[in-house]
């Protein structure tokens, strides 16, 4: 199975989900205080960052 740019993106980004709703979970359920804001905000950038790899594929 060769990887190329495209199948490198499409794992990235694959990732970035998975950590991304883990650190929304952890935000969610784990902290209660005020650091369960920053837990939450930085998965939705990750999501964010997903959703660019997700546009970069064929692109690259």
Do not use: D, H, P, Q
């Not at 930085?42 to 546009?55: E, K, L």
Request: proline fraction near 0%.
């Amino acid at each position: 199975m060769a990887m190329n740019k495209n199948t490198v993106l499409a794992w990235a980004t694959w990732i970035m989900i998975f950590v991304g709703v883990a650190l929304i979970a952890l935000g969610a359920f784990k902290y209660e205080e005020v650091a369960g804001y920053g837990f939450a905000s930085v998965g939705i950038g990750f999501f964010a960052i997903a959703w660019v790899f997700n546009a970069l594929k064929g692109r690259v």
